[in-house]
């Protein structure tokens, strides 16, 4: 069994975490319960940026907070000294909320609308990630008609295909992210900004996927745009001051992952530019990097309540728990693997092979395909390891499910920072027949 940052095995033989016991946490807050390890989530922070330091490399970590987003996460990533990778207005309207630094706010997406781009001239963040030309055309209206400044990263595909699920793969060249750097795109990006008054053209960014495990594809991704950063520089005599090497860092949810450290997938990265930098005479530029489920993922357990068990002679035992797809998408959507324990049941041997099934009304709303777990029965805690990334921020109310509480721990201390939904909060938008006629004001 691996436990993850704080976990341990306290003398009741229940998971906790920070010290906290996660059992008690289940009987009192109720299940499905998302915990997190803020320590984790700290330490990892702490060595992504000792990684720049040390090599001597100005760099920004931004936390992707499209794994989880909440006020109160953005309020420790803001205490770590974190930037912040947003994707729509409402994490931006998120982020302002929690009060963080706009200046250190980076505004992504493939899409931003008119209205999104204006409210990140409004709030005057750190800088959009530029995405396509209808962009470059909305920003320089609004920059014009304002006349106000706004710093821009051009967003690349440097042609990067990297081993993961082809869902989640941002690098290769068939994208709907990004300037392609190989057939002209990303130069013309460039021609229709480095000069352009209001606009601050502060260098490129790219991001080849995610839960990526092979460093070769981030060295090569870091190569490719360097070189272009380079040719730039040769041609027009213009020095990037910032490249934006993206996340995708993978981790482990099971015995098969085999990870190398975070901050070790980043070393490699940066030892290229530096390299790059030195053999072409070219100033080193202020890396920034932008993980999510590295910083995020195995900070999260699920907590789950079983209910039923059926088995089915022969082939396999079900055991169902109060959540499922609605609370975890991934395995569905992308046969994501997870590694389960039973929570109040941590000193038997988690051997017993069992389908751990949600209770959406879908065969495929399985979370574990194949676990193995102490024996349980009904009203036992399941905990799933591993769901701090992509769990919630993707979670949704099918079959009208209210969505988890959200519980942050850390020093033996335990904090609710996101409510459960409750059934109201589902019905909340809905409104009855007749009860207003179209064109009244709602
Ligand atoms: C542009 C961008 N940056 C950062 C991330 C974070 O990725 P990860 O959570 O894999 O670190 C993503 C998600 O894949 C992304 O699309
Ligand atoms: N949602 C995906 C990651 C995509 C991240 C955004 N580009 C996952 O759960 O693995």
Redesign the pocket.
Known sequence: MHLYGTQSINERGHLAIAGVDTVDLAHTCGTPLIVYDIALFRERAKAFKETFKSMGIQSQV?Y?S??FSSIAIYEIAQQEDLSL?V?SGGELFTAVAAGFPRERIHF?GNNKSYTELQHAFDEKIGCL?IDNFSEIEMVKEIAEMRKEKMNVLI?VTPGVKASTHDY?T?GQEDSK?GFDLKNGQADEAFLQLFNHPYIGLLGM?C?I????FESDAFRLAAEALMSKMISWHEMHNFVCPVLNL?????IRYTDEDKPLEPSAYVKEMATIVLSMTRNYNYPVPEIWI????????DAGTTLYTVGSTKEVPGVRTYIAVDGGMSDNIRPALYGAKYTAVTANRMNEPQSNRVTIAGKCCESGDKLIEEAYIAKTTYGDILAITCTG??GYSMASNYNRLPKPAIVFCENGEKQLVVRRETYEDVIRLDIPLQKVKWGEKI
């Open positions: 931004a992707a499209k794994a990778d994707v992504h990630v967003r989640i941002t992210f960014h991001h996927g995610s839960q990526i993206g996340g995708g860092f993978g932008e993980p999510g489920r590295s910083l995020i993922g990334a992509y």
